[in-house]
């Protein structure tokens, strides 16, 4: 049975030829190359999802709370109270984590016959939920700084007429953020198309110079603000993601979503975490501060590097960035040759991974130019 491949089954066209989404686990010294949170969940923080789950775990013989009102609730306070925009209970949804909350809304919204439009690079899952989902993908274009082609992007918008657009911000893996007044623009285009659907991805926002797009949702019952736990809140292993938007798309998502979607164990992790939302955004702090410093840094060495806005740093250029990828490895640090051509991706580490990272790009620096 082991030379049967994907292939030779019966799947769909379009997944045919296609390689799932994944990072290599390598064991190194150094790993960073999955813009995860690098520092453990405080010990407070621990104890009490404990006590949660332990509350939880007495009632798992029931159903959980199918439209997770608790959390959602907390999920809402927490966007008001960090952003200033008032959000309630009806405007979020929550699912397993962020990647779940696209699939609904392509579920939704997409699907076969329809199109969804990104502009790459950017986060490639958004293409592989679109074919997965059935809906056509258009690759949207950008400039050679990674900013998008506003003209082009409406151009594209006006020829194509994508029932969802989607805008990443910060932009994964450039790491640059995109101007409120780009996201209206493409709105607007979208909306004079046809109606669309567009889903502003703000997975790193909160490692941002800038402020959220949630008051953007004003007045555009079209626009979907989706956000996650699993970077600013260090819960990658939570997968918890959500939406904010008019109430009308959160009623939408719940005709495709799977019923009792969130577990009673998720959802009690996810409320601990939330009552400790001012330790674990100090740990953001921390982190913006140490994504500051690999950008000046890599600078300094001679590096090409790319605004970021992210917990991580997009540097370059290489004639080869998967050879640049592997003496950077075999110094003991592992970062991400994410398929842009010359560049190669860093997460943002504890001081000391930083440090052991700047000293492998130095050494290959000194390396290149003997």
Excluded: C
């Excluded at 290599?24 to 190359?33: E, F, S, T, Y």
């Excluded at 994410?338 to 997460?347: D, E, S």
């Amino acid at each position: 049975m082991s030379d049967v491949r994907i292939d030779d089954l019966p799947v769909r066209d379009e997944l045919r030829g296609k390689s799932p989404y994944g990072a290599p686990q390598l064991d190194v010294p150094v790993r960073l190359n999955t813009n995860e949170n690098p520092y453990p969940l405080p010990e407070p923080l621990v104890e009490r999802i404990t006590e949660r789950v332990r509350e939880a775990a007495r009632t798992l013989n029931r159903y959980p709370d199918r439209d997770a009102v608790e959390l959602r609730t907390r999920l809402a306070e927490y966007l008001t109270d960090t952003s200033g925009y008032q959000v309630g209970l009806a405007d979020v949804w929550a699912a397993n984590g962020s990647n779940e909350v696209i699939q609904q809304l392509l579920q939704t919204f997409g699907g076969p016959g329809r199109t969804a439009i990104g502009f790459e690079p950017s986060y490639s899952m958004h293409a592989l939920i679109s074919r997965g989902t059935g809906t056509g993908w258009i690759s949207g274009p950008r400039n050679e700084d990674f900013t998008i082609d506003l003209p082009a992007a409406e151009q594209a918008i006006a020829e194509h007429r994508p029932d969802v657009v989607f805008v990443t911000t910060p932009n994964n893996p450039t790491g640059n953020a995109v101007p409120p007044e780009t996201v209206l623009a493409l709105y607007e285009a979208a909306q004079a198309a046809k109606p669309s659907m567009v889903v502003v991805d703000e997975a790193y926002i909160e490692f941002s110079h800038g402020d959220s797009l949630l008051p953007l949702l004003d007045g555009r019952p079209n626009l979907v603000i989706s956000r996650t736990m699993s970077k600013a809140f260090g819960a990658a292993g939570l997968r918890l993601g959500y939406l904010a938007a008019h109430p009308a798309v959160v009623d939408a998502v719940q005709l495709v979503r799977l019923p009792y979607h969130l577990s009673a164990v998720t959802q009690a992790t996810a409320l601990a975490a939330l009552e400790h939302t001012g330790t674990l955004l100090g740990y953001v702090e921390q982190l913006k501060a140490e994504r500051d410093r690999l950008v000046t840094e890599l600078r300094e060495i001679g590096y090409e590097v790319t605004a970021s806005d992210a917990n991580f740093v997009q540097f370059g250029r290489f004639a080869d960035s998967h050879e640049a990828w592997r003496k950077i490895l075999d110094r003991g640090v592992l970062v991400r040759d994410n398929g842009v051509p010359g560049w190669l991706r860093v997460t943002a580490g504890t001081p000391e991974e930083n440090d052991a990272f700047l000293d492998a790009v130095r050494a290959l620096k000194k390396e290149q130019s003997q």
